[in-house]
């Protein structure tokens, strides 16, 4: 057995044991016979992830009261990244404890939310804090096994944790289920930050002096805030000594703890206080269907012809002193001609900036299944997809984000499935779309999933993505001084003639990040702009790659513009901006509104999209990456569906899409479908146009 086979087995195992004793210590060994025998599946030809999604499935019908605790234990695992973070598994979970009846989801949460909350929050405390700063030799090192080695202080915080929840579903009934996710308002992880602050509270009533030292250091710059934190500073304060100085200091500067941390929201994510629900009704938009440019822009043409005058000119004066510029002009004209033939370029080997989170798929083979590939890595569904389609179906593949994802939806909701659906039913035969979205993905991502689905048979690539892209890149500020280097690095992997130069060479390494540079700080507007500048450039280049290959193969490629919940975006305004850059994002979003009411509704979403433009941390699709996608699809001929646009169209005053985004960016159910329904037509287009399957 392979090394690599025998580390996907362990893996596997390790995570199926670890479920099996999740569940057997939450009394998931009363649920039916048969359904506890699927969650605790360890047969040699599946592993614990695959057995519980099906376990899921089929528990979904009834839900058994008897393993409310361990759904519960499921739900809050999936949710903090113990488990994969699909929805399937913790959407599932949390839908099936709302179908239970009261004392079910009672026993839910004490027996299950609870306790596995605060493994959790322990865990995560442990790795992130403690384990960085306290070596064996540290005088606090005992706190890395302070649960061992203390149980009643953290079964303490469990039995609050318990008594914090039962009080908050007897105060808000059902909404508390709903607003433990993040669509919800994650009321979760405020539960979460406070149990850290106790965890803080019960170490400064150490004896240990190293202990409360500690406590007070991380208190200090955690930021974290709960009546016993509050309350364990007051009495060291109060005590006087050495120590309390110190805390004081630390109490001026926390915040005052909530006074209701599991309080459902007032108004959902994605919600505007005082707009009107978005319409479901209308057509979709019409599809800009573009011709085709030449493949060489005019600006490389141009450039092209000059290097050419060059190497005439000094082939015909036979100047000694031009021989440099000709030879430069040679290597000019050599990349130039490798880029219009598709050559590949270095980034092909090695991803460009590879310590950003790319979210790239990569689809393992299945040893016990000769033919079928499992989604394995990143923010993905977990699945399994035949090599090849079977006979007579179609198949098409979605890349992209977490919109195409579908977080926090089943995979029946999300818009791949719906659009398959549609497909199916309209042309009367077998349509699969895969969804291959994967959460946090940059254009790399979408790259290398496309290249995957290339290789699975895919008729047809719908690619929706472009909101990450900035926001990777401007955390780059930590890593380098300059974004001159940057650029030239990022010139050098796109560059097919570097690639050419470098075959035969082992491909650097470029896992993990390098080492941090300098700490952060405040960002200026230039800084910015030249990394969303880089941003821009590294979308164009990896889609356009992929359009080049996707053609290459004959398959066409849909482009998406992704859609934005304008009304939401996140707008941090520069602390130190450029001369004549002061920008108040207050005001631009009241001319919005101002717009709306006298209904010059595109001037409404221009206003709202300058603020994410002239954000210093954009998270959403700024101008520049969506005039990226348009320019692709004019030189590549690619269809375009709008789909900002096509929300937008549905909203009232043309920006607050109320019901169609559960966040700033990501699609409801409704929004979802509204996606499906828009890319119905020009996918039917597309494979019409491509006849029968292969």
Same mark, same amino acid.
């Given at each position: 057995?392979?090394?690599?086979?025998?580390?996907?087995?362990?893996?596997?195992?390790?995570?199926?044991?670890?479920?099996?004793?999740?569940?057997?210590?939450?009394?998931?060994?009363?649920?039916?016979?048969?359904?506890?025998?699927?969650?605790?599946?360890?047969?040699?030809?599946?592993?614990?992830?695959?057995?519980?999604?099906?376990?899921?499935?089929?528990?979904?019908?009834?839900?058994?009261?008897?393993?409310?605790?361990?759904?519960?234990?499921?739900?809050?695992?999936?949710?903090?990244?113990?488990?994969?973070?699909?929805?399937?598994?913790?959407?599932?979970?949390?839908?099936?404890?709302?179908?239970?009846?009261?004392?079910?989801?009672?026993?839910?949460?004490?027996?299950?939310?609870?306790?596995?909350?605060?493994?959790?929050?322990?865990?995560?405390?442990?790795?992130?804090?403690?384990?960085?700063?306290?070596?064996?030799?540290?005088?606090?090192?005992?706190?890395?096994?302070?649960?061992?080695?203390?149980?009643?202080?953290?079964?303490?915080?469990?039995?609050?944790?318990?008594?914090?929840?039962?009080? @908050?579903?007897?105060?808000?009934?059902?909404?508390?289920?709903?607003?433990?996710?993040?669509?919800?308002?994650?009321?979760?992880?405020?539960?979460?930050?406070?149990?850290?602050?106790?965890?803080?509270?019960?170490?400064?009533?150490?004896?240990?002096?190293?202990?409360?030292?500690?406590?007070?250091?991380?208190?200090?710059?955690?930021?974290?805030?709960?009546?016993?934190?509050?309350?364990?500073?007051?009495?060291?304060?109060?005590?006087?000594?050495?120590?309390?100085?110190?805390? @004081?200091?630390?109490?001026?500067?926390?915040?005052?703890?909530?006074?209701?941390?599991?309080?459902?929201?007032?108004?959902?994510?994605?919600?505007?206080?005082?707009?009107?629900?978005?319409?479901?009704?209308?057509?979709?938009?019409?599809?800009?269907?573009?011709?085709?440019?030449?493949?060489?822009?005019?600006?490389?043409?141009? *450039?092209?012809?000059?290097?050419?005058?060059?190497?005439?000119?000094?082939?015909?004066?036979?100047?000694?002193?031009?021989?440099? *510029?000709?030879?430069?002009?040679?290597?000019?004209?050599?990349?130039?001609?490798?880029?219009?033939?598709?050559?590949?370029?270095?980034?092909?080997?090695?991803?460009?900036?590879?310590?950003?989170?790319?979210?790239?798929? *990569?689809?393992?083979?299945?040893?016990?299944?000769?033919?079928?590939?499992?989604?394995?890595?990143?923010?993905?569904?977990?699945?399994?997809?035949?090599?090849?389609?079977?006979?007579?179906?179609?198949?098409?593949?979605?890349?992209?984000?977490?919109?195409?994802?579908?977080?926090?939806?089943?995979?029946?909701?999300? *818009?791949?499935?719906?659009?398959?659906?549609?497909?199916? #039913?309209?042309?009367?035969?077998?349509?699969?779309?895969?969804?291959?979205?994967?959460?946090?993905?940059?254009?790399?991502?979408?790259?290398?999933?496309?290249?995957?689905?290339?290789?699975?048979? #895919?008729?047809?690539?719908?690619?929706?993505?472009?909101?990450?892209?900035?926001?990777?890149?401007?955390?780059?500020?930590?890593?380098?001084?300059?974004?001159?280097?940057?650029?030239?690095?990022?010139?050098?992997?796109?560059?097919?003639?570097?690639?050419?130069?470098?075959?035969?060479?082992?491909?650097?390494?470029?896992?993990?990040?390098?080492?941090?540079?300098?700490?952060?700080?405040?960002?200026?507007?230039?800084?910015?702009?030249?990394?969303?500048?880089?941003?821009?450039?590294?979308?164009?280049?990896?889609?356009?790659?992929?359009?080049?290959?996707?053609?290459?193969?004959?398959?066409?490629?849909?482009?998406?513009?992704?859609?934005?919940?304008?009304?939401?975006?996140? #707008?941090?305004?520069?602390?130190?901006?450029?001369?004549?850059?002061?920008?108040?994002?207050?005001?631009?979003?009241?001319?919005?509104?101002?717009?709306?009411?006298?209904?010059?509704?595109?001037?409404?979403?221009?206003?709202?999209?300058?603020?994410?433009?002239?954000?210093?941390?954009?998270?959403?699709?700024?101008?520049?990456?969506?005039?990226?996608?348009?320019?692709?699809?004019?030189?590549?001929?690619?269809?375009?569906?709008?789909?900002?646009?096509?929300?937008?169209?549905?909203?009232?005053?043309?920006?607050?899409?109320?019901?169609?985004?559960?966040?700033?960016?990501?699609?409801?159910?409704?929004?979802?479908?509204?996606?499906?329904?828009?890319?119905?037509?020009?996918?039917?287009?597309?494979?019409?146009?491509?006849?029968?399957?292969?």
């Amino acid at each position: 057995m392979s090394w690599r086979r025998a580390a996907a087995r362990a893996a596997a195992w390790s995570c199926g044991g670890a479920l099996a004793l999740a569940l057997s210590a939450t009394g998931a060994w009363a649920c039916p016979p048969a359904l506890a025998a699927a969650f605790a599946a360890q047969e040699a030809d599946t592993d614990g992830l695959e057995a519980l999604l099906s376990a899921l499935h089929r528990h979904g019908a009834s839900p058994d009261p008897a393993c409310a605790p361990a759904l519960g234990r499921v739900f809050v695992r999936a949710r903090f990244g113990a488990l994969p973070e699909d929805p399937d598994i913790f959407a599932r979970a949390l839908r099936q404890l709302q179908a239970l009846p009261a004392d079910a989801q009672h026993a839910a949460l004490t027996e299950g939310v609870a306790p596995e909350l605060a493994a959790q929050v322990w865990g995560s405390l442990r790795r992130r804090a403690l384990e960085p700063r306290l070596g064996a030799d540290h005088p606090a090192a005992a706190l890395l096994r302070w649960p061992e080695a203390e149980p009643a202080p953290f079964g303490a915080l469990e039995a609050a944790a318990a008594a914090a929840l039962t009080q @908050a579903a007897e105060a808000h009934g059902p909404k508390l289920l709903f607003a433990l996710s993040n669509e919800g308002g994650s009321v979760l992880g405020e539960l979460a930050r406070a149990l850290e602050a106790d965890i803080l509270a019960a170490w400064l009533q150490s004896s240990h002096p190293a202990h409360r030292a500690e406590a007070l250091t991380l208190a200090a710059g955690l930021g974290l805030s709960s009546p016993a934190l509050h309350d364990a500073l007051d009495v060291i304060v109060a005590t006087g000594g050495a120590e309390a100085e110190a805390a @004081a200091a630390v109490r001026a500067r926390l915040p005052p703890p909530a006074a209701d941390p599991l309080r459902p929201p007032d108004l959902l994510p994605g919600q505007v206080a005082g707009a009107p629900p978005a319409r479901l009704d209308g057509p979709p938009l019409p599809v800009a269907m573009p011709t085709p440019r030449r493949p060489l822009p005019l600006g490389e043409a141009a *450039f092209a012809l000059v290097c050419v005058g060059l190497l005439g000119l000094t082939a015909r004066l036979r100047r000694r002193a031009l021989l440099p *510029f000709a030879a430069l002009a040679a290597l000019a004209l050599l990349e130039l001609g490798l880029r219009a033939a598709g050559a590949p370029s270095a980034a092909h080997h090695a991803p460009l900036f590879s310590f950003i989170p790319t979210g790239a798929q *990569f689809w393992a083979p299945v040893p016990q299944a000769p033919g079928q590939l499992r989604s394995a890595g990143g923010s993905t569904r977990l699945r399994r997809i035949p090599a090849t389609p079977t006979p007579g179906t179609r198949r098409v593949a979605a890349l992209g984000e977490s919109s195409v994802h579908g977080s926090h939806y089943l995979a029946e909701e999300a *818009f791949p499935a719906l659009l398959e659906a549609r497909l199916t #039913a309209r042309l009367g035969a077998p349509v699969e779309v895969l969804n291959m979205g994967v959460g946090g993905s940059t254009s790399a991502g979408v790259l290398a999933t496309g290249r995957e689905a290339l290789s699975l048979g #895919a008729e047809l690539l719908i690619v929706y993505q472009g909101h990450n892209e900035v926001a990777q890149f401007t955390q780059l500020r930590s890593w380098t001084p300059s974004t001159r280097g940057l650029r030239l690095r990022a010139a050098l992997h796109q560059s097919p003639l570097v690639a050419l130069l470098r075959r035969g060479l082992p491909a650097p390494n470029e896992a993990g990040p390098p080492p941090q540079t300098r700490p952060p700080s405040p960002p200026t507007r230039d800084e910015i702009d030249a990394l969303h500048d880089l941003a821009v450039d590294h979308l164009r280049s990896n889609h356009a790659r992929l359009l080049g290959e996707a053609r290459a193969a004959g398959v066409p490629v849909l482009l998406c513009v992704p859609a934005t919940n304008l009304a939401l975006a996140f #707008a941090e305004p520069f602390p130190t901006p450029g001369p004549g850059d002061a920008v108040d994002m207050d005001a631009l979003y009241a001319a919005a509104r101002a717009a709306a009411a006298r209904g010059d509704r595109a001037a409404a979403a221009a206003a709202l999209q300058s603020r994410i433009d002239r954000s210093a941390s954009p998270r959403e699709l700024t101008t520049p990456a969506s005039d990226a996608l348009r320019g692709l699809a004019a030189d590549w001929g690619a269809p375009l569906v709008d789909l900002r646009a096509e929300l937008l169209a549905r909203s009232p005053d043309g920006f607050s899409q109320n019901g169609l985004y559960w966040d700033d960016l990501h699609p409801s159910v409704e929004g979802h479908r509204i996606i499906a329904a828009a890319l119905e037509a020009p996918t039917l287009a597309l494979l019409g146009a491509r006849g029968g399957p292969r």
